[in-house]
Nanobody
Framework: QVQIVESGGGLVQPGGSLRLSCAASGTIFRIYTMAWYRQAPGNEQRELVADITRSGSTNHADSVKGRFTISKDNAKNMVYLQMNSLKPEDTAVYYC?????????????WGQGTQVTVSS
């Protein structure tokens, strides 16, 4: 059974930094795109923060460009989100999404989310 587990969230002051981690475990034959989404309080939809393809190409939302950086470790099936210069509007639950191929076929898998709160 495949599991997606995020970690690294917490409370941070404006201007501070956090690093989120996401681990994909289980019987995984191939990982395609790995991504971070977030859902702010009161919003029904999750927005894409950043993603990274199998080849390593990255994409960052305009709202986080220059502040957040996505990276991955293929050997460990992990993806990271380095968040610098955090703002109160970055407060949200951050979710990891991994497009992978397992015994059940190809499907995007979600983690349970990790809370990031930016407040003084």
């Amino acid at each position: 059974q495949v599991q997606i587990v995020e970690s690294g969230g917490g409370l941070v002051q404006p201007g501070g930094s956090l690093r989120l981690s996401c681990a994909a475990s289980g019987t995984i034959f191939r990982i395609y795109t790995m991504a971070w989404y977030r859902q702010a309080p009161g919003n029904e939809q999750r927005e894409l923060v950043a993603d990274i393809t199998r080849s390593g190409s990255t994409n960052h939302a305009d709202s986080v460009k220059g502040r957040f950086t996505i990276s991955k470790d293929n050997a460990k099936n992990m993806v990271y989100l380095q968040m610098n210069s955090l703002k109160p509007e970055d407060t949200a639950v951050y979710y990891c999404n991994v497009d992978l191929f397992s015994v059940k076929g190809r499907a995007p898998m979600w983690g349970q989310g990790t809370q990031v709160t930016v407040s003084s």
